[in-house]
């Protein structure tokens, strides 16, 4: 049976109220309850809404039709965007193909769903619409600076000896590395010994 994600009811929060805010929904006869996570920006034109879907039925599970317009922002301007991605769970669609798959939700297993929108500047949204409810005043959380990596000092090891095919030769090491495996990887200068 396909069922298309809307909401029975609009929900409106304030601003306050936005962020892990927990509210009780139908996707078209089926209920659920979702709790609202946030948004956040990945990158100055980039924000990802989260929310963690379960379905609160007497049925076990049920089978939901999930597409690329079940949510959408409203900047401050009025500006509509749809999300360029939507993840719910393993299953995730490429929205720049308008297409559509089937989601199993079980009663009582949070699912999260993330949507992904592009050309989104603002820090806070007007509105986030998942089918016919949405959230106001949403804050969008400024990216996070990713923890610099120390670098990694290169090994040095010294010189040493070797016989290849009867000849003495000298090898020298340089920028030597640790692997995974314990092994090393290194730049090698072979000298054939006088």
Same mark, same amino acid.
């Given at each position: 049976m396909r069922k298309l994600i809307a909401m029975a009811a609009a929900i409106v929060?304030?601003?306050?109220?936005?962020?892990?805010?927990t509210w009780d929904f139908s996707i078209v006869n089926d209920d659920f309850s979702g709790t609202f996570k946030g948004c956040k920006r990945l990158d100055p034109t980039t924000v990802s809404c989260s929310i963690n879907l379960s379905y609160a039925?007497?049925?076990?599970?049920?089978? $939901?039709? +999930?597409?690329? #317009?079940? =949510?959408?922002?409203? @900047? &401050?301007?009025?500006?509509?965007?749809?999300?360029?991605?939507?993840?719910?769970?393993?299953?995730?669609?490429d929205n720049s193909q308008r297409t559509w798959n089937y989601f199993s939700f079980y009663r009582g297993v949070p699912v999260l769903a993330t949507f992904v929108f592009k050309g989104y500047t603002d820090n806070?949204?007007?509105?986030?619409?998942?089918?016919?409810g949405y959230l $106001?005043? +949403?804050?969008? #959380?400024? =990216?996070?600076?990713? @923890? &610099?990596?120390?670098p990694v000092t290169p090994m040095k090891f010294p010189s040493t000896q070797a016989v290849i095919g009867g000849k003495?030769?000298?090898?020298?090491?340089?920028?030597?590395?640790?692997?995974?495996?314990?092994?090393?990887?290194?730049?090698?200068?072979?000298?054939?010994?006088?």
């Open positions: 929060l304030g601003a306050n109220g936005a962020s892990a805010q039925e007497r049925y076990d599970y049920t089978k $939901s039709q +999930v597409s690329y #317009q079940i =949510a959408r922002l409203v @900047s &401050p301007t009025g500006k509509e965007i749809y999300p360029v991605r939507t993840t719910v769970g393993d299953l995730q669609l806070s949204v007007a509105r986030f619409y998942i089918g016919t $106001s005043d +949403v804050p969008v #959380q400024p =990216a996070t600076a990713e @923890s &610099p990596v120390p003495a030769f000298t090898v020298s090491f340089a920028n030597c590395k640790a692997t995974v495996s314990g092994a090393y990887t290194c730049s090698s200068t072979v000298t054939p010994s006088r």
